[in-house]
């Protein structure tokens, strides 16, 4: 189409020419990008700019637009008296504690798998399988594992000899740690990946003058395999921290946020305002928020790059 | 020595077997179950492998009684597929542009683009919702479709590979007289088919194990994915636990199937930008 145009510029470069050239250049440019960014646009931008406005408006969609109401900030400050979103605020900081755990299981793993067994590749698929398996069907096959009164997991402990039980998911304390249980199981597969390909890229003559050093396997993995997956820690601890706040099938589908707000968490509480409740302007100030906290994860991840990670 | 090393090694696969073994323990159960009699589902000690078996009764009573499990697994396909299609082509478009294409403005649509990326997209669900009403893609695949299909995601990913190829190749084509058109289908895009496959499979993973989409953009039943199926079906069937594993078994085998035969593209995309969905 433009070959001609391009040609021509290259023999012979007169400034009325080349900027043609340039014009079909940037053409080329805005057709190639364009379906993308349209669609963004459109599905990303806008409604983020309408989560904004709506967010400080008192409407309910079914209504029509004329009852849009603009309220300020009154939806921030009833916020911050509603004990639903706050208890779900508070059970998303917890969720946060599924990240590490997860991290220092995969690493162990990973580097056990990496060094020291034959079959890595079945290891790989093994420790895979949750993940890429649907939150729905795992989740659904642990409210029966979790079942209190004949599901395999109490029956198991039964048989140990322990008389009473927790009731998981029934239970007001357990409900949220069994919740977390499930999340690290689904998310090793992931970390594992990921730490394994760091892993392979750490040069193995470090190794092999540690071991002329004489230092011991806790020494080389303190001294040498630790320092050097901090990029990817680091990495693995921001993406979980995001994704953590984003958790909504699993408490959509295992528990419904029950018992008593329990398990609820601000995605799921933003999802039945909007949607059940249809509060729309009330469930977009939530929306704000939940940005706003994955907006700060990130810039803390743009701020810690540079400070924590030994490279 | 050699010896001694090879008796570690040995030693710790059967560790690792058997934590692994531990580690799909749900998923054995889960497949164990759906082969019993409801009445032999929990019983203890664990029936691994069933002593009275219901296979047949089980899958059958999913697939052809009354929830259409046969509609919602051609919904899943059909909407699985064509997202992939289209995120693919639209995704390798943008990243040929950005990647090679030199214009006006492209470090800003870049950065654009780069910030859409931040954005969680349960921030976004309502005015999406709203938007999709308005524009009558609620309740219905386009919308699905349209709402999988734009991710900045996958223009990252494929730039990176994009910007690998050298230069001269599209110095040398350019030359020959290939116009943009020309170099992106005839020489990059063969180039990038093993990034392709690994993204494209990614996203159809994605897609089929997309639950939230589908339960806000989709009313009707006969619409229904796999997973909005299933849900629907573990809610209804009450106490029929055999019948409800049977339903997830057949949820997730399809992806096993996927992931067993697409593993090396699986795993080098998760390791690669450590990507996440």
Known sequence: ?311 | MDKQKRGVRTAATIAMLIIGAAFITPFLWMISASFKPEIDVFNYPIEWIPKHWNLYGNYREVWFGEHPFGTYYWNTIKVSALTTVVSVLVSSMAAYGFAHVDFKGRNVMFLVVLMTFMVPSYSIIVPQFLLFRWLHLFDSHLGLIVIGSFSALGTFMLRQFFLGIHRDYLEAAKLDGAGHARIFLQITLPLVKPALATYGILRFIWTWNDYANPLIFLRSDRLSTIQLGIQKFASESGVYYSLIMAGTVSAILPLIVIFVIGQKQVIEGIAMGGVKG
């Open chain 1, 1 to 311: 189409m433009n070959n001609t145009i391009l040609k021509t510029a290259r023999s012979k470069p007169t400034p009325r020419v080349r900027s043609a050239a340039r014009r079909r250049e940037t053409l080329s440019g805005y057709i190639f990008i364009g379906p993308m960014f349209l669609g963004l646009l459109i599905l990303t931008i806008i409604p983020t700019l309408l989560t904004f406005i709506l967010s400080f408006s008192d409407w309910s969609f079914i209504s029509g637009v004329d009852k849009l109401k603009f309220t300020g900030f009154k939806n921030f400050s009833r916020l911050f008296d509603d004990d639903v979103f706050l208890t779900s605020l508070k059970n998303n900081l917890w969720l946060l504690l599924v990240v590490p755990i997860q991290l220092i299981i995969s690493l162990v793993l990973a580097v056990i798998i990496d060094r020291l067994v034959y079959w890595k590749g079945l290891f790989k698929i093994i420790f895979f399988m949750p993940y890429i398996s649907s939150i729905v069907a795992v989740s659904i096959c642990f409210q029966l594992l979790f079942q209190p009164s004949y599901g395999p997991i109490n029956q198991f402990l039964r048989s140990l000899g322990v008389s009473s039980p927790p009731t998981w998911l029934a239970d007001i304390r357990y409900a949220l740690p069994s919740v977390m249980i499930i999340m690290v199981w689904v998310g090793i597969g992931f970390c594992l990946i990921v730490y394994m390909a760091a892993l392979q890229s750490i040069p193995k003559d470090l190794y092999e003058s540690a071991d002329i050093d004489g230092a011991g396997a806790w020494t080389r993995f303190s001294r040498i395999t630790l320092p050097l997956v901090s990029p990817t820690t680091f990495f693995l601890l921001v993406t979980g921290f995001i994704s953590s706040f984003k958790a909504f099938d699993i408490i959509k589908v295992l528990t419904e946020g029950k018992p008593a707000y329990s398990t609820s968490v601000v995605t799921y509480y933003l999802y039945t305002t909007a949607f059940e409740n249809l509060k729309t302007g009330y469930a977009s100030s939530m929306a704000l928020i939940l940005f706003g906290f994955v907006l700060l994860i990130t810039l803390f991840q743009l701020y810690g790059q540079k400070k924590w990670v030994n490279y």
